[in-house]
């Protein structure tokens, strides 16, 4: 694989390795002499003082203190030269002691003579510690020498050779060292990135199974990392899977369901086809028998002709206004009149119907109420939302009786808005409720018919209201009828 995961853990953590290694080493270059150096100064420092201490409580003669004095000689790599007053050695730990001698009475009374071959590290009234530069050897040492509390002058040195030969060894090691684990870290990190990349491979290999809709491949893995994790959560998306497909097939069944009740379908046209011709058949056999009438000049009175030309003009009238209404209903039913969704003041909606309608109600003796806040924005169809409006005004109007009241109210709900439409009279029959909403259901036939109704307003209200996927219905109460539906507020 180009891209493999495995390569790139490889040289991601070979990098860092190499990064790690080459860190060290130049730290270790760089700042490992003056520790060691800063180490051996101290080391001087230690050895002076305990030689004062020993001094000033009389141990210095004792073995104890020699024994411990050769201890700390040895490991610092140490030499040492204590002379009294009259320049006789009280402590010396090398066979070279003369040349310490020299050494410490030239520094004494030739301190300057030699500045190009010392570097004054730190001075005191009591000692100087210096980096001293021996021409004569050619050997570099750190160098202390003084006077002790007791007047004593000591001289003591630790040749730099040794610090810079170990931190060369130091470095070569840590060189070969570094590369060792270098090439052991990446052949380890090689082999266990395989541990991460082999399960990744296996879910690739699973979801390539689903992919062909062969839901049965599982992740055994028993891993509790984040691979263990996308592993369980693969295999709950392939069982989910399963079972939305197993959900498909099932719909796909009931589709098929569906498509074995066109009978049903035809059986319903049928019924509709009858109910429309039910319908039309009054009005046509008045229009047919007035006008033959008309035509075989049975009343010659004009008078007569025009009652009988009025009949005719009526009945047309009605047969007009229950085809439009079943033109209207049949776009609703079958999804060919969209709702066009707007915001609009519903109050001022009604408040403008009601206006138009105030002659319609006056010769009908009708009292018109309109309760509700205003404005009272909402999101409708607002073509639509006065048909409904009109349908159950319409309604009201002829089936409205004692006190002859019209009540409109606006009521919010929540995110709703509430249109009641109440009008005293007789409440509908319990037995007509479920009917009401049906095509050319009428409840009392012959009122009805007085009036011209044609039983599809309501229907018409029903198709309006579940094409724009809102609530809607009827109450009654002792004293009359509220028709209602609702629409989302704003």
């Avoid at 700042?31 to 020993?54: G, H």
């Avoid at 509390?149 to 070569?172: A, C, H, Q, Y």
């Avoid at 509790?224 to 197993?246: D, F, P, Q, W, Y």
Wanted: hydrophobic residues 40%.
């Amino acid at each position: 694989m180009k891209y493999s995961l495995k390569k790139q853990f490889a040289l991601i953590f070979t990098g860092l390795m190499a990064a790690a290694i080459l860190g060290c080493w130049f730290m270790n270059n760089t700042f490992l002499e003056s520790y060691y150096m800063n180490k051996k100064e101290k080391a001087l420092m230690s050895v002076y003082e305990r030689i004062n201490v020993s001094f000033a409580d009389g141990s210095v003669e004792t073995e104890a203190f020699e024994i411990e004095l050769q201890k700390l000689c040895g490991k610092y790599n140490v030499s040492m030269l204590v002379l009294d007053e009259n320049s006789q050695m009280v402590i010396a730990t090398m066979h070279e002691s003369d040349v310490l001698k020299r050494q410490l009475l030239s520094n004494i009374f030739f301190s300057n003579a030699h500045p190009d071959f010392e570097k004054i590290l730190k001075k005191t009234d009591q000692y100087v510690l210096r980096n001293m530069h021996d021409p004569r050897t050619r050997t570099e040492f750190i160098e202390m020498w003084g006077f002790l509390d007791n007047g004593n002058l000591f001289i003591i040195r630790t040749p730099k050779e040794g610090i810079m030969e170990s931190v060369s060894i130091s470095n070569r090691f840590l060189a070969y060292t570094g590369l060792t684990a270098l090439v052991i870290g990446g052949v380890v990190i090689w082999l266990v990135s395989r541990k991460f990349t082999d399960p990744i491979l296996e879910l690739a290999g699973i979801s390539e199974r689903m992919a062909k809709l062969d839901f049965d491949a599982r992740y055994e893995g028993g891993m509790k990392n984040e691979v263990g994790i996308l592993g369980e959560n693969i295999n709950k998306l392939s069982a989910a899977l399963e079972r939305t497909i197993s959900e498909l097939k099932t719909a796909n069944n009931e589709l098929q369901k569906d498509v074995e009740k066109k009978e049903q379908i035809d059986e319903m046209r049928k019924e509709f086809l009858s109910n429309v011709s039910h319908e039309l058949k009054t009005p046509i056999a008045l229009i047919q028998g007035y006008a033959e009438g008309l035509q075989e000049g049975i009343s010659d009175d004009a008078e007569s002709r025009a009652f009988y030309c009025e009949v005719i003009r009526d009945e047309a009238g009605r047969m007009n206004q229950i085809v439009q209404k079943l033109l209207t209903l049949n776009q609703l039913e079958f999804g060919n009149d969209v709702a066009a969704m707007e915001r609009f003041d519903l109050h001022e909606m009604l408040a403008t119907f009601l206006q138009s309608a105030d002659i319609l109600t006056k010769q009908n003796g009708i009292t018109v109420k309109l309760d509700g806040d205003r404005p009272c924005y909402v999101w409708a169809d607002e073509y639509k939302t006065e048909e409904v409006i009109r349908n159950y005004f319409s309604n009201a109007i002829h089936h409205c009786s004692g006190e002859k009241i019209i009540h409109f109210r606006l009521v919010r709900r929540a995110d709703k808005v509430r249109v009641s439409v109440f009008n005293t009279g007789k409440p509908v029959p319990e037995e007509a409720l479920p009917h009401i909403w049906e095509k050319f259901y009428k409840v009392d036939k012959a009122r009805t018919r007085e009036y011209g109704g044609s039983g599809v307003g309501l229907s018409i209200v029903k198709a309006i209201m579940e094409a724009i996927n809102e609530q809607y219905g009827v109450i009654n109460y002792e004293n009359g009828v509220e028709f209602w539906f609702e629409l989302a507020a704003n």
